[in-house]
């Protein structure tokens, strides 16, 4: 089966430049996370939607940041205009929410972003 | 102070022996708890759940201590692939939020 993927899986840019960020969660999936790591901070959650809908973005850093779940297999995770402090790894990981309980998260591989 | 803490390490552990690391949680209300590794420049993988009453998987058992707010991981017999970084996680019943610690880094060596 198909884990979460991500793309892309390196990307390199100038800074003030627009960085597109793209995911499909696992199918099936009704919650996904946009997360921010880096060796400073560690993983910061971003933002995360259930049934495509932003449930908390408290942790979206600015508002050069923002996401969208247009439907239930895609996500995006833009930043404009770009700046060196946002060079990190994003990652995205999607889970299902149930009651009761929460249930863990599966991470994709990730997109290591550098800006210049 | 963090929601979830963790000693970073690293945990110099030699090749066969038993290591064990606490996390402490802030949030009372935290309903689940889990444990992920993480290995450089890869993704968090879940390595396994903690349940209320402590829960075993192979060489790796994990405990919740409510009381005291904290859960904990013990690798035995270690081998050199656990060496990883061990995130802990906790979340409270509603809305599917995890809140991830720092990590903790275990270095195992021959």
């Known amino acids: ?116 | 102070r963090k929601e979830v803490e963790q000693d970073p390490g690293p945990f110099n552990v030699p090749e066969g022996a038993t290591v064990a690391f606490n996390c402490t949680y802030s949030n009372s209300a935290s309903q689940s708890f889990f444990w992920y590794r993480q290995d450089c420049r890869k993704e968090p993988k879940l390595l396994m759940s903690v349940y209320s009453s402590g829960n075993e998987d192979g060489r790796f058992t994990a405990q919740l201590n409510r009381a005291s707010q904290y859960i904990s991981l013990l690798i035995r017999d270690s081998k050199l692939s656990d060496s990883a970084t061990y995130l802990c996680v906790a979340s409270k019943a509603a809305g599917n939020k995890l809140t991830f610690g720092g990590g903790t880094r275990v270095l195992v060596k021959p």
């Open chain 1, 1 to 116: 089966d198909a884990g979460v993927i991500q793309s892309p899986r390196h990307e390199v840019t100038e800074m003030g430049q627009e960085v597109t960020l793209r995911c499909k969660p696992i199918s099936g999936h009704n919650s996904l996370f946009w997360y921010r790591q880096t060796m400073m901070r560690g993983l910061e959650l971003l933002i995360y939607f259930n049934n495509n809908v932003p449930i908390d973005d408290s942790g979206m850093p600015e508002d050069r940041f923002s996401a969208k779940m247009p439907n239930a297999s895609f996500s995006t995770l833009k930043i404009q205009p770009s700046e060196p402090r946002d060079s990190a790894v994003y990652f995205c990981a999607s889970s299902i929410l149930q009651g009761g309980g929460n249930q863990p998260q599966h991470f994709g591989d990730g997109t290591r972003l550098s800006i210049l």
